[in-house]
């Protein structure tokens, strides 16, 4: 009887189990397709009906393959690739809904250091789903599976696969490989070009193998060789985009302002590239929290500090030399970053001068300190600390003595010395794997002394002068911002903050000592505090073919009696196209309310930071861009065009020197401008071969009340035509040589109409009498540097040498230009010239 | 190394130059007046024209006629056509303090030019405390009482003597580049510690007041061959606010264009149409026996 049962219960069992497998069976095929057309056939083979809502497979494509010949695994390649989830109703119907998908946020480490890195690109294999890591290495990515495989490239690092399983809030590390420490390198299995398609990465040089003048270890080098950038001039600090004053350039080491990013008139930037983690330079729609300057964003971020091990880096070379430590003080939680450099060109030739004229010197030295404590405080949570104090200081003394009726002794002494001071502190924070806060609070000050002393010392008496002028700002800053995940396709940014500013524009003192009085005296001391603060809001919306941002800034300035509001709005669209292009639009508003009182040189760092005023309006911009980017596999192209309209701009009315005038104010007059250009930038790299070219045409008009008989005329930046070209050829692993030859035209400048005699006292002076500014253009500025590099990897240590050579065909490039005489004794403009040919000399040592 | 590493620096700073093609078609001449009138003295103003910038410019590059309008307090005081002797304009007017003049002058061609000016209401009132032999140098103390309105001041120094010519002695004078670091000039930036023939400043800190100023020469600097100074000669103007400015904007007129150096400095002055400047001062000056 039990055994009737048992085979009863087999048949029936397997009649069902064959009538189950008859109705869900699936003829194998393959198929790709429109899904709503794939569940048409299910339909057709196994009487399933499915209900959904009609827009659920609008757009959804699904690629089956052979093997499918199930129901249940077609259902589950459904899910897998058009994330929908399904529930039966009985055995006749099935119902389809999305899937609820998981945030997966993660962090893309450096493996050696365990440092953060920028801008790698995460992509779901097999998707088209990508995105970026930002400036902290975090990502987030929207996953409608348990598990996902992910694509990490980054040009410097070795590109890896790997699957993470999706946890809910769960934090992932991705730790790449830097390609220098492995020998043979074959990263490109896939193609990079399409990886990095909405990377929104721009067509950019490589940023660390270009060398600065003298072997200058310089971050910002590089910069100067997108389309777009250029230098002022030799001598003259800072960096002009757009036609825009350097003033108009928001320079940030870690989210801090800097106010002064040049050394030694300009020769290099303040930023030592052995510290530097990367440099972001925005042009064109700058992220709104950065929208209260005109011109652009460099946005620099240090290096966090190897958390495994300590690791040493110091350069020598012929203007300066530098050494770099970073390590871990507790392993994989608290690390530190320092460097420090300094110039020593007054050591080296104080010998010279004292062999020459014993009783005076003159000094030129500047350093930089940079510094920074990261500490990884758990998965969700990490603090850093950033500071930088720099500076740039030219002594000069005399010292006379004679032995005649008493033993006399007349002592100068001068300085004029500027410093940056810089110090700051970031809370980054993950708040489940949507929210990600940064809270940041910093100081940033910027100071100018310039002081002279005199002491006449005799027997018994001492008579005993000094004056000093100082000028500056502080301004201290704090505020938040948070980004939040809204859904897969909006990423939604909201924050605010505050700037307290604090000017020291006119600070003059004095005191006076004798043998029988003695004052000290500050003649003229007066402070300016302005107080800026600001909301923003910016959302990011992620489309299948591209992305749109927009986002609004109010601005709300005070200066003493006066307030202003600004709104400050940016859309930037990109738009991907087939075969590896993108469009870009960018329509921004921008105002500044900080700015360099224009003095007419063109950026001695006497150059003085004020506010905005009553009488002086907020300075504003609204630029129009667009962009096109095509990459290939070996080699892509940017173009682009821009345009822009000033307002609020201020020019130097009159002549005074401003730095003794209190009514600066008067000597300003307030203008518009206008500003437009096409830039073409062009990379390549085949086999041992790499290039880089920028071109830029660009053109910058002014027009202002009372100058130029109110007519439009070029400004100071106006250089039309600039190209920059970088070739480098690689020998072998060791071996490489780097050219790179740059171009760009003459800036106006203001020459005299005329000359005449008048007298001063019982003195005949030449006078100059001026007539238009800006009336005469001075010839282009070219040089073509080489450089050799021998890089060689050791057991325990990696060295780099660096020879090479500067303005190699000795183009005598202008610095400025005087009436001299020529040869017939008759008055001829002149033209001078520094920096000819010069070797450059630079040794790297790594451990 | 160092020999080679200096070559490098001396390299890098040593600057070279070249001559570059300047047209100046926005040149046009235009008439320049040295006018600096005391009320000491009739009015005796220079006149000459500008001339392009790569030309060698000169203060008597005119000659014949010019016409000339003087008009005080807005009252007509001259006007008549004057020959130029040496460049120079005498006109027939001594000026009075706290009186407005304008002055209108035109020569063929050249656009004709207005200027006005006012002259300072007083003399200023000086006094010295001390001239002392310091050994090497020689200390000056003066003491300039100041007016209630706004004042400008001019020092200069001279010094006169006797200077052996042959056979001959005849009076000669030179000016005398004096050093001080009294607040008074650092107070207008106008600091003379390198050493001046003169100095500039105003009343900006001890307006109404009395003030003493402290000068001090070498006494290597007036030694000339075949000299014996005897005098020093110290002249206080009261400038009017036009020679003030003018003076200053001079003072910033430097001769570099383009690079970090440059400055358009405007020299104004007062002249409509024209260069340089008509403006008045008054002056006290006083004559010391060199201890």
Not at chain 1, 403 to 411: G, M, R, Y
Not at chain 1, 724 to 738: S, T
Not at chain 2, 127 to 153: C, F, H, P, W
Request: net charge positive.
């Amino acid at each position: 009887m039990q055994r009737s049962i048992v085979i009863f219960t087999f048949l029936v069992a397997s009649v069902a189990y064959g009538q189950k497998q008859s109705v869900n069976a699936l003829n194998p095929q393959e198929f790709t397709g429109r899904l709503s057309t794939y569940l048409d056939i299910i339909t057709v083979q196994t009487d399933v009906q499915f209900s959904f809502k009609n827009k659920l497979l609008k757009k959804k494509y699904i690629s089956i393959p052979r093997t499918c010949t199930s129901l249940a695994a077609a259902l589950a390649e459904i899910k897998s690739q058009c994330a929908l989830e399904h529930n039966r109703i009985g055995a006749k119907s099935i119902t389809l809904y999305p899937v609820k998908g998981k945030f997966i946020i993660g962090t893309v480490l450096n493996s050696e250091s365990s440092e953060r890195i920028v801008e790698a690109v995460i992509q779901i294999a097999k998707t088209n789903t990508r995105t970026l890591s930002d400036k902290d290495g975090n990502f987030r990515l929207y996953c409608t599976t348990d598990s996902v495989e992910v694509i990490v490239y980054h040009p410097n690092y070795q590109l890896i696969k790997t699957i993470i399983g999706v946890t809910k809030n769960a934090q992932f590390f991705i730790r790449m490989r830097p390609i220098g420490f492995l020998k043979e390198v074959k990263v490109l299995s896939v193609d990079s070009a399409k990886i990095s398609m909405q990377a929104f990465e721009e067509v950019n040089p490589k940023g660390n193998q270009i060398i600065a003048v003298g072997g200058e270890s310089d971050a910002l080098v590089h910069v100067k060789l997108i389309p777009g950038v250029h230098n002022v001039s030799f001598g003259q600090q800072g960096l002009t985009i757009r036609g825009g004053s350097p003033d108009q350039n928001l320079t940030l080491l870690d989210g801090i302002p800097v106010y002064n990013t040049y050394h030694l008139l300009g020769l290099f930037s303040i930023f030592n590239a052995a510290s530097i983690n990367s440099i972001k330079l925005h042009k064109d729609a700058f992220p709104v929290k950065y929208s209260n300057r005109l011109s652009s964003v460099i946005d620099v971020s240090l290096k966090d500090g190897n958390k495994r091990k300590t690791k040493w880096e110091a350069d020598i070379g012929i203007l300066s030399s530098g050494i770099s430590v970073n390590g871990p003080i507790i392993k994989n939680k608290l690390s530190y970053s320092v460097s420090a450099r300094r110039t020593y060109a007054d050591l080296l030739t104080l010998p010279l001068q004292n062999a020459i004229s014993p009783n005076s010197s003159s000094r030129l030295w500047s350093y930089d300190l940079l510094g920074k404590i990261h500490w990884q405080v758990n998965d969700n949570n990490d603090i850093s600390i950033s500071g930088y104090n720099g500076g740039d200081q030219l002594d000069f003394r005399t010292n006379l003595s004679f032995d005649k009726i008493n033993v006399f002794e007349e002592n100068t002494k001068g300085s004029l010395g500027w410093r940056n001071q810089v110090l700051g502190a970031n809370w980054t924070s993950l708040i489940g794997s949507r929210v990600e806060l940064h809270t940041g609070l910093s100081f940033s000050g910027y100071k100018l002394r310039f002081s002279d002393a005199y002491r006449l010392s005799e027997e018994d008496n001492t008579i005993f002068n000094s004056s000093s002028y100082t000028n500056g700002l502080q301004e201290i800053r704090g505020g938040f911002d948070a980004d939040i995940q809204l859904n897969s396709r909006n990423v939604f940014t909201l924050g605010l903050g505050a700037v307290e500013y604090l000017f020291l524009p006119f600070e003059r003192s004095y005191t006076s000592i004798t043998s029988a009085t003695s004052t000290d005296t500050s003649l003229v001391s007066k402070q300016l505090f302005s107080r800026e603060s600001f909301v923003f809001v910016e959302n990011k919306t992620y489309l299948n073919s591209g992305n749109i941002a927009y986002g609004l800034r109010i601005s709300a300035f005070n200066a003493g009696e006066t307030n202003y509001l600004r709104f400050q709005p940016k859309i930037h669209l990109v738009q991907n196209l087939r075969k590896r292009q993108q469009l870009r639009f960018s329509i921004t508003g921008s105002n500044q309310f900080v700015h360099l009182v224009p003095n007419n040189n063109l950026g001695l760092p006497i150059d003085i930071w004020l506010p905005v005023t009553e009488r002086l309006k907020p300075m504003g911009v609204t630029q129009l861009s667009a962009k096109y980017i095509f990459k290939a596999k070996n080699w892509e192209i940017e173009s682009g065009i821009f345009s822009k309209f000033y307002a609020n701009i201020l020019e130097h009315e009159s002549g005074t020197q401003l730095l003794s005038e209190e009514n600066w104010e008067d000597n300003l007059t307030v203008g518009s401008g206008r500003s437009y250009g096409l830039e073409l930038a062009s990379k390549v790299e085949i086999n041992k071969w790499g290039g880089y070219c920028s071109y830029t045409f660009s053109r910058s008009q002014r027009n202002a009340a009372g100058i130029n008989n109110n007519r439009d005329y070029f400004s100071k930046f106006d250089r039309p035509n600039v190209i920059n070209i970088l070739a480098e050829y690689r020998f072998n692993k060791d071996f490489k040589v780097l050219a790179v030859w740059s171009y760009a035209s003459g800036n106006p400048i203001t020459v005299p109409v005329s000359r005449y005699v008048t007298i001063i006292g019982d003195q005949d002076v030449i006078v100059e009498e001026y007539g238009d500014i800006n009336n005469y253009r001075l010839p282009s500025t070219h040089h073509l540097d080489i450089a050799f590099m021998h890089e060689k990897q050791y057991k325990k240590f990696a060295s780099i040498f660096t020879f090479g050579v500067y303005n190699v065909y000795n183009r005598l490039n202008p610095f400025m230009a005087f009436i001299g005489l020529d040869d017939n004794a008759e008055p001829q403009l002149k033209l001078r010239s520094y920096l000819p040919v010069l070797p450059t000399i630079k040794y790297s040592i790594k451990i | 190394m160092r020999l080679i590493y200096l070559c490098l620096i001396a390299l890098a700073i040593s600057g070279c130059e070249k001559e570059l093609q300047f047209d100046n078609p926005e040149f046009q001449p235009k008439l320049v007046v040295n006018g600096f009138v005391s009320t000491d003295s009739i009015a005796n103003i220079g006149i000459s024209r500008s001339t392009s910038t790569l030309s060698q410019p000169s203060k008597m590059l005119l000659a014949g006629k010019v016409k000339v309008v003087v008009l005080k307090d807005k009252l007509l005081l001259y006007s008549d056509s004057l020959a130029l002797q040496n460049s120079m304009l005498k006109i027939p007017f001594k000026p009075i303090m706290g009186s407005h003049y304008e002055l209108q002058v035109s020569h063929n061609d050249l656009p004709t030019i207005r200027a006005t000016d006012t002259v300072p209401l007083s003399k200023p009132s000086v006094t010295v405390s001390a001239l002392t032999d310091e050994g090497t140098s020689y200390r000056l103390v003066l003491k300039i009482r100041d007016q209630m309105e706004i004042n400008r001041y001019a020092i200069n120094l001279n010094f006169r003597g006797k200077e052996q010519q042959g056979a001959d002695s005849i009076s000669k004078g030179y000016p005398i580049t004096f050093t001080s670091s009294d607040k008074i000039f650092l107070s207008s930036i106008k600091t003379i510690a390198t050493g001046s023939q003169l100095a500039i400043f105003n009343d900006e800190t001890w307006n109404g007041t009395e003030r003493s100023i402290e000068l001090i020469f070498d006494k290597s600097l007036i030694q000339y061959p075949d000299f014996t100074p005897e005098l020093v000669v110290l002249d206080v103007k009261a400038i009017s606010k036009a020679m003030y400015d003018y003076y200053i904007e001079v003072n910033n007129n430097t001769h570099v264009y383009g690079g970090p150096l440059a400055s358009v400095s405007r020299v104004v002055g007062n002249i409509d149409n024209g260069l340089g400047a008509f403006c008045f001062y008054t002056e006290s000056v006083t004559q010391l026996q060199l201890p």
